[in-house]
Structure formats: C-alpha cells, structure tokens
C-alpha cells in the first residue's frame, strides 16, 4: 500500500524526527538509570567494601567497621531461604536491603545463614538486634532491628552518635 505524497514527510523530517525521539528516549534512559544507580551509592558509603563473611572474625570485623559493638559470639545461626516470589513483607524487605547497596533479588530461592548478635552501643532496653545473612562466605544483607515494643528495622549502617 502506498502512501500519498501529500501524506508523506519529507526524508528530513523524518529523520529528524526519529533523531529526536532517540535522543530524548536516551536522555530518559540516562537520568533513570543515574537516579536508580546514585540511591544505592550514596547509602553505602558507610558500608565495608569487603563483605567477607565465612568466618567468625570475618562477621565481626564486618560490624565493627560499621561501628557496631556487637557480641563475640552469635545469639542464633540459623538456615533461612530466601524466597522465590517475594511477598510485600520481602519486597520492603528487599528495599531496605537495596538502601545500603545490597540486593536479595539475585539470591531468590537460595539457602543461607542468618547470624544474629547483641549489640551493645544502643541502649540496653532497647534489645537492639544486628543480623547479618550470609550465603557462600559472603554477606549478602542484613539489619538493625530492636525486639523491644515499637521497635525498629533499619539498614546495617553506622549508628547515629
């Protein structure tokens, strides 16, 4: 079928049309991508850039670079599966996770551990929790939480003086 001249546009006009659209469409992706990318980066400047976590010393440097005081030892290790299908309470989950620069998505059904630690720069009675998971010797996320009523749950970085 062709189309009438009348109807047609000029070779230029289009070629400038679809250089523009490319253009924009590019710009578009750029400002999305440095928005989605810059988030995680600036959260995770506290955060360790090794995150060796296979042993004992290892978890524990790991929270001290952070300035945690945490227990020698863990309070609970335990085996934990990431799920496949995240439901609302691991997608928040997840998000906080993605906050310090660290993501769970690439770990869906994989089986962990999950270290647990007192910590002892917060206030006592706040029962202030640190958990770390660990799969294959690396640190692959955790958090801040506080078991006592209305608590919190917060990203592993440094806590505030």
């Known amino acids: 079928m062709r189309i009438p001249a009348a109807k047609r546009l000029p070779l230029r006009r289009k070629a400038v049309r679809t250089t523009a659209f490319l253009l924009a469409l590019l710009a578009g992706l750029g400002l999305w991508t440095a928005a989605h990318r810059a988030v995680p980066a600036q959260a995770a400047k506290g955060l360790p850039r090794e995150r060796a976590g296979e042993t004992e010393a290892q978890r524990q440097a790991f929270a001290s670079a952070l300035g945690w005081e945490i227990s020698p030892e863990p309070c609970a290790a335990e085996k934990v599966r990431v799920p496949r299908r995240f439901d609302d309470v691991y997608t928040a ?7 310090q620069g660290l ?3 690439r770990y869906r059904g994989r089986l962990c551990t999950r270290y647990t630690y007192a910590v002892y720069n917060e206030p006592a009675e706040r029962q202030v929790r640190l958990h770390l998971l660990v799969y294959k010797g690396k ?3 955790g958090d801040i939480c506080s078991l006592s009523l209305g608590g919190f749950l917060r990203p592993l970085l440094p806590p505030q003086s």
């Open 93 to 99: 989950y997840n998000a906080l996770q993605k906050r």
């Open 139 to 141: 640190i692959i996320g």
């Open 103 to 105: 993501d769970l998505s």
